[in-house]
């Protein structure tokens, strides 16, 4: 099985930030690669897949790079809203496997 | 609206099986597949499977082979999740979630999730 692995777990910041968030797949994925944000008590939501492919209706100030193993989430200018929990996904292939999530705090 | 609606919580005890159901409206249903994706209390995201809706067609997780099986009604637009031989471990939320057309795979779409509680 493919293994994703995110970092940092935890990180505190101030709204106004830029953030940065990285994902680093076991094996070459290429492109296929999705990011969630996860507020608490509510589902996961699509912010970014094939790795860079903003999602419709998400902000601008989400986006995302990367291809074969190492791959990066940037929240531009924090806002609010954006403090939750963030997950990596592969699905290069089966099992599709989740990161371990990157709680992202108020300073 | 494109939504997915899901179930109500469930309490089961251990050795028994739930099963679980995700009514999907506002878009052609056998025209996507449908992901299982189950968050245990405080925990990451666990994919458990996916579903076509289409041809029945199903692929399961290592991990839950023989004990999960997902199934779906046309006439109502919904898939289901059934889950046997329940243990504490099996505790958690279970979304069900729409696999996003194209050659990326995504889960565009979240059911707001089942609560499963398995409890002596």
């Known amino acids: 099985d493919i293994q994703m692995t995110q970092s940092p777990s935890s990180l505190s ?4 930030d830029r953030v940065t968030i990285t994902c680093r797949a076991s094996q070459s ?13 509510k589902a996961p939501k699509l912010l970014i897949y094939a790795a ?32 939750a929990t963030y997950y990596c996904q592969h699905t290069y292939s089966t099992p599709i496997v989740f990161g371990q999530g990157t709680r992202l705090e108020i300073k | 609206q494109v939504q997915l609606v899901q179930s109500g919580a469930e309490v089961k005890k251990p050795g028994a099986s739930v099963k679980v159901s995700c009514k999907a409206s506002g878009y052609t249903f056998t025209s996507y597949y449908m992901h299982w994706v189950r968050q245990a209390p405080g925990q990451g995201l666990e994919w458990m499977g996916i579903i076509n809706p289409s041809d029945t067609s199903t692929s399961y997780a290592q991990k839950f082979q023989g004990r999960v099986t997902m199934t779906r009604d046309t006439s109502t637009s919904t898939v289901y999740m059934e889950l046997s031989s329940l243990r504490s471990e099996d505790t958690a939320v279970y979304y069900c979630a729409r696999r996003r057309t194209g050659r990326h795979d995504a889960f565009d779409i979240w059911g707001q999730g089942t609560m499963v509680t398995v409890s002596s």
């Open chain 1, 13 to 16: 910041a101030s709204v106004g």
């Open chain 1, 29 to 41: 994925i290429s492109s296929y690669l999705n990011w969630y944000q996860q507020r608490p008590g």
């Open chain 1, 52 to 83: 860079s492919s903003l999602q419709s209706g998400v902000p601008s100030r989400f986006s995302g790079s990367g291809s074969g193993t190492d791959f990066t989430l940037t929240i531009s200018s924090l806002q609010p809203e954006d403090f």
